[in-house]
């Protein structure tokens, strides 16, 4: 597809379990960002890829978070783990070269811990 | 630090009715300006701002960027109930990796038939 895609669309997990969260991004975009939203919040930066570049881990919350891209494509989220409060909108954005450019959404993810 | 601050928080208009949203920013290093719409999920681009004055339209949006008063305006005209969206502004982080998106808030606006 043209654009930034995510999957699942919707998860529903249990406190303690893992989740795994998946982003494709735009085809030559060099950058991928994770974001989160909780409700009624504003976007939370969470990790930042570039290229080959060492990723910029500095919003993650917690060593519960991480996250893997696999050269200048696919990349995946994992929450270990899950406590309710990680219960969120999970945005992933590419852009072409990450200096400042416009990234472009994907759909996200929506979490629920129960 | 970068601040993003809009207003107003939320706005409710009738169909018709054209509105005018406000996003002032401090940054260190300005290099750009980015309008998003956001309707359930995932936020939509709009426009980026990169010069001061000019105006970007498209259909019945449009915005504008003031440098030298450190903010931009979001105008809608003969608003629709399908405008109804959260408003986000969003200024690329002034350190020297760049790659931040630092939002502000957003403006929640509801179009009412």
């Given at each position: 597809?043209?654009?930034?895609?995510?999957?699942?669309?919707?998860?529903?997990?249990?406190?303690?379990?893992?989740?795994?969260?998946?982003?494709?991004?735009?085809?030559?975009?060099?950058?991928?960002?994770?974001?989160?939203?909780?409700?009624?919040?504003?976007?939370?930066?969470?990790?930042?890829?570039?290229?080959?570049?060492?990723?910029?881990?500095?919003?993650?919350?917690?060593?519960?978070?991480?996250?893997?891209?696999?050269?200048?494509?696919?990349?995946?989220?994992?929450?270990?783990?899950?406590?309710?409060?990680?219960?969120?909108?999970?945005?992933?954005?590419?852009?072409?070269?990450?200096?400042?450019?416009?990234?472009?959404?994907?759909?996200?993810?929506?979490?629920?811990?129960? | 630090?970068?601040?993003?601050?809009?207003?107003p928080l939320s706005l409710v208009v009738h169909e018709g009715d054209t509105v005018t949203l406000?996003?002032?920013?401090?940054?260190?290093?300005?290099?750009?300006?980015?309008?998003?719409k956001?309707?359930?999920?995932?936020?939509?681009?709009?426009?980026?701002?990169?010069?001061?004055?000019?105006?970007?339209?498209?259909g019945r949006l449009?915005?504008?960027?003031?440098?030298?008063?450190?903010?931009?305006?979001l105008n809608i005209t003969a608003t629709q109930t399908g405008d109804s969206a959260i408003y986000?502004?969003?200024?690329?982080?002034?350190?020297?990796?760049?790659?931040?998106?630092?939002?502000?808030?957003?403006t929640k606006l509801s179009v009412i038939p």
């Amino acid at each position: 597809g043209a654009g930034v895609s995510q999957s699942p669309s919707n998860k529903v997990t249990e406190k303690g379990k893992d989740v795994e969260l998946r982003c494709d991004p735009i085809s030559g975009h060099t950058a991928l960002y994770w974001y989160r939203q909780r409700l009624g919040q504003g976007l939370e930066f969470l990790i930042y890829f570039q290229g080959n570049s060492a990723p910029d881990k500095s919003g993650l919350p917690s060593d519960r978070f991480s996250a893997e891209r696999t050269g200048e494509s696919v990349s995946t989220l994992t929450i270990q783990r899950t406590q309710q409060e990680d219960s969120a909108v999970y945005l992933c954005a590419s852009s072409l070269q990450g200096l400042g450019e416009t990234q472009y959404f994907g759909p996200g993810t929506r979490l629920l811990v129960l | 630090e970068d601040k993003v601050v809009q207003s107003p928080l939320s706005l409710v208009v009738h169909e018709g009715d054209t509105v005018t949203l406000n996003c002032s920013y401090e940054v260190t290093n300005f290099r750009s300006l980015l309008w998003y719409k956001q309707e359930k999920k995932a936020p939509t681009f709009l426009f980026m701002l990169t010069s001061s004055g000019i105006e970007k339209k498209s259909g019945r949006l449009s915005s504008i960027l003031d440098k030298k008063e450190l903010f931009s305006i979001l105008n809608i005209t003969a608003t629709q109930t399908g405008d109804s969206a959260i408003y986000l502004c969003a200024v690329p982080d002034s350190g020297a990796g760049s790659y931040q998106l630092t939002f502000g808030k957003g403006t929640k606006l509801s179009v009412i038939p």
